[in-house]
């Protein structure tokens, strides 16, 4: 198991939130059977959040679902670590909208694994992280592009 452990790639967190209680009608299923059996992540942990239009919380595992709400994500469901605990879902939840469902996805990432292990292994460790949000990008990217314009 150490072996595993030192091998083990940077692990994410996210949580999407779809209008309506059927978890997006099985959309995003395909994307992530894709990146699965690419070996690009490793799927640890996945809960699924229902909020009430009263906001009462509901929540399922994959195993309590109907596959048409989820599409193939089933196929993940024997790797799970369960790494979330209790308290981390409640605490999930509370970003999600009354009458709204939401998928909780904690990944391994497969494809960072051998770099990570390469760091420890010469001693280094992580010290900051972070995330741009896509949005941020798309306006950075067209703000490069309307200065590059009016330059010329």
Same mark, same amino acid.
């Given at each position: 198991m150490?072996?595993a452990?030192? +091998? #083990? =790639?940077? @692990?994410?967190?996210?949580v999407v939130?779809f ?8 959309? !995003? ?10 070996d690009?992540?490793?799927v640890?942990?996945?809960v699924?959040?229902r909020?009430t239009d009263?906001?009462?919380?509901e929540t399922?595992e ?6 048409s +709400? #989820? =599409?193939? @994500?089933?196929t993940a469901e024997?790797?799970?670590?369960m ?6 879902? !409640?605490d999930?939840?509370e970003?999600i909208?009354p009458?709204?469902?939401a998928?909780?996805?904690?990944w391994e990432?497969?494809?960072a694994?051998?770099?990570g292990a390469?760091v420890?292994?010469?001693?280094g460790?992580l ?6 949000p ?7 990217v067209e703000?490069d592009?309307?200065e590059?314009k009016?330059?010329?």
């Amino acid at each position: 198991m150490a072996e595993a452990l030192d +091998e #083990l =790639g940077p @692990v994410d967190w996210l949580v999407v939130e779809f209008p309506g209680p059927d978890f997006g009608k099985g959309q !995003i299923a395909p994307f992530l059977e894709d990146l699965v059996k690419r070996d690009l992540i490793r799927v640890l942990d996945m809960v699924f959040l229902r909020k009430t239009d009263d906001g009462t919380l509901e929540t399922a595992e994959i195993s309590d679902l109907d596959p048409s +709400e #989820l =599409g193939e @994500v089933r196929t993940a469901e024997a790797d799970l670590a369960m790494v979330l605990s209790e308290q981390d879902v !409640i605490d999930l939840a509370e970003t999600i909208e009354p009458g709204h469902s939401a998928a909780v996805l904690v990944w391994e990432n497969l494809w960072a694994a051998p770099f990570g292990a390469a760091v420890r292994k010469a001693g280094g460790q992580l010290v900051a992280s972070g995330r741009i949000p896509t949005q941020a990008v798309i306006a950075a990217v067209e703000a490069d592009a309307a200065e590059a314009k009016e330059g010329s």
